[in-house]
């Protein structure tokens, strides 16, 4: 469960059916990187990770919601289909929508680690991505 | 809460008004006592968006069991025109043809007595459960597009169950239309290892006996007397549906643009039915919904087999029939009345269940009489219903009516009701035995975290859409 440490950089916010967070960052970049580590956070255990796994991901899309969505459904289908979990994100490059990104994890091992949600997918709903200053926010929501 | 303006048309149905840019009112089925934790929600807001499609017929309308979902709300049943109408993914849901079958046994409840922690620990060990879970099958792509145009038929075809089930599920368990060439190669690799997988989540397979009979006629025609023993499986498409609709999604933003389609919430992104993009949705739509019937008759070939080995029988020594599948996700075309004239309609159901009426024909001819059966599980400490299809669903709500219990503890606020205790313990005292892979999965499943199905169903017998025929009590449940 999402621990008290990361708090400034996500919340979990309340829906019925589904999960949701709401993701801070000082920087575009790093509210990307706070969005994925909070994704991987309410999905599984990723507490004291090895990082013996490393990845590069690019991703594009026409504006920063869709880039949003578009760079978790990435990292959710990685999870899926090579068994990985990650808490490190590294922004090598973000510019005119696109997203390049080193991640370091580890195989996941359901032996040692316990999974919360299985994420369906990720949604546009009531999605957005907002900046305020050098402050940046965004919401996404979870079908689980 | 929602400050939305209601209109009382009967005891259990309620109108929104249609205001703005709105095209139809909404409605909403529910009691008194229903419609305020309803109003809680922003379920009924999404009610008056999916109001706002082109093409909409009659009433946006939403089941007792409505709750927040995205874009449409679960429970939401929406009708199109087909030449004017539009096919939304979000109407359907991620969980492509998520649905429901219940096999009756020869057994009584006598007869699983005492052996009931044997059966679900086999039941458990025989069907992969929980997240991400992989299936005993490996099918090659090749194979999985015969699943994608077979349905269950493909499952019959392998030795999985007996063909003369077919006729007992929603298009005989095989949905016309379906492509396989509209399907990414993404989908296919979350659907290879996955077919023969309950998932996670509300998913389950239960260990049930017939409690109450209300329709006793009715009952006689499917076959359900008191004490029997049955079995209900509750799963999806997996993996394989939610990456169509997902990958339909994002088709689907940019054809709302290109067809100037008012989106009061993006997931309520859409094309024309009959739009090259409202095409291809729906023939990928049908390759997800023939996993599903193709998944459940695997894994209810499991559950049989399970069955009959806990109790030390011989290989078909119980007799076992599939009563009837239903589908809680699905767009179909259907013909209905709209004044009084048969019309060809785009039905969503989103979290609905179809409830066709006596009479007509797509209720399997033995159960033409009373209409087609509708299972509606609860939760798993409780009871679930076998209901059927009424003339008043067909004239009212497009022959649908709900399809479960309906949350009422969001799953993080179950989670924190449930600290401190154990749920599986808390079931055993009341004689419920429960494996699960997830702890969580069992917190966020409890039976406090769900509305009492018979207050669901109360409504949708009041409101005359659905006729209640007996009630199910669980002995034993497996749980993603």
């Known amino acids: ?144 | 809460m929602s400050s939305l303006k209601f209109l009382q048309k009967t005891d259990y149905l309620w109108e929104i008004p249609q205001e703005g840019k709105m095209r139809v009112p909404g409605r909403i089925y529910a009691s008194k006592k229903m419609l305020n934790s309803i109003r809680a929600d922003n379920a009924p807001d999404q009610v008056c968006n999916v109001a706002h499609l082109p093409g909409i017929v009659n009433y946006s309308l939403a089941m007792p069991d409505i709750h927040w979902g995205y874009g449409f709300s679960i429970g939401g049943v929406a009708a199109f025109d087909l030449d004017e109408g539009i096919i939304s993914p979000g109407g359907v849901g991620y969980d492509i043809n998520c649905g429901v079958r219940l096999l009756k046994t020869s057994l009584n409840r006598k007869d699983v007595s005492g052996h009931i922690k044997k059966i679900i620990d086999l039941l458990f060990q025989s069907i992969p459960t929980g997240v991400g879970s992989k299936g005993a099958l490996r099918i090659t792509h090749n194979e999985l597009k015969r699943v994608m145009l077979d349905g269950a038929k493909w499952a019959t075809d392998k030795g999985f169950g007996d063909a003369s089930n077919l006729e007992f599920i929603e298009e005989n368990g095989q949905m016309p239309g379906a492509d396989p060439a509209t399907v990414s190669e993404r989908a296919m690799d979350r659907g290879t290892p996955q077919l023969g997988t309950l998932g996670s989540g509300n998913h389950f397979v239960e260990l049930q006996y017939v409690d109450k009979i209300y329709d006793h006629d009715a009952a006689t025609t499917l076959g359900l007397t008191e004490d029997q023993v049955t079995l209900t499986i509750h799963t999806g498409s997996r993996g394989f549906g939610y990456q169509i609709c997902d990958d339909s999604i994002k088709k689907m933003l940019r054809a709302s643009e290109k067809y100037d389609i008012y989106l009061p919430d993006k997931q309520l992104c859409c094309a024309p039915i009959r739009s090259p993009e409202g095409k291809e949705y729906l023939a990928a739509m049908a390759c997800a919904i023939n996993y599903a019937f193709a998944n459940r008759q695997v894994i209810s070939h499991w559950a049989c087999e399970s069955l009959e080995s806990a109790l030390g029988f011989s290989k078909g020594t119980i007799k076992f029939q599939l009563v009837y599948e239903v589908a809680h996700n699905i767009a179909k075309e259907e013909t209905h009345l709209v004044d009084k004239k048969p019309v060809k309609l785009l039905v969503h159901r989103k979290g609905a269940t179809r409830a066709f009426g006596p009479g007509s024909h797509d209720v399997p001819e033995k159960y033409r009489k009373i209409g087609q059966p509708v299972l509606i599980p609860g939760d798993m400490g409780r009871y679930s219903y076998v209901l059927s299809g009424t003339e008043g669903a067909m004239n009212e709500t497009f022959g649908s009516t709900c399809h479960g219990a309906g949350r009422l503890l969001s799953r993080h606020k179950a989670i924190d009701a449930a600290k401190g205790r154990s749920i599986f313990r808390e079931l055993e005292d009341i004689g419920i035995y429960v494996r699960s892979t997830g702890k969580k999965t069992l917190a966020e499943e409890m039976p406090e975290a769900y509305k009492d199905v018979s207050d669901v169903v109360d409504a949708v017998t009041g409101a005359g859409i659905s006729n209640k025929i007996a009630r199910l009590k669980p002995l034993g449940v497996i749980k993603g």
């Open chain 1, 1 to 144: 469960m999402p621990g008290s440490k990361s708090h400034e950089r996500y919340i979990q916010i309340e829906h019925t059916g589904d999960i949701g967070i709401k993701i801070f960052g000082n920087s575009a970049q790093e509210l990307f990187a706070n969005a994925a580590y909070g994704m991987f956070d309410v999905m599984v255990d990723i507490s004291e990770l090895e990082h013996n796994v490393s990845e590069t991901i690019d991703v594009a899309a026409d504006n920063y919601e869709e880039l949003l969505v578009t760079w978790l459904t990435e990292l959710n289908y990685i999870f899926i289909s090579e068994n990985r979990i990650f808490d490190k994100f590294e922004i090598t490059r973000f510019k005119n929508f696109e997203l390049s990104s080193i991640i370091s994890g580890d195989t996941f091992d359901p032996r040692k680690r316990e999974i919360y949600s299985e994420i369906k997918a990720i949604t546009y709903h009531e999605l957005y991505v907002k900046q305020n200053g050098d402050k940046w926010e965004a919401q996404v929501i979870f079908d689980i």
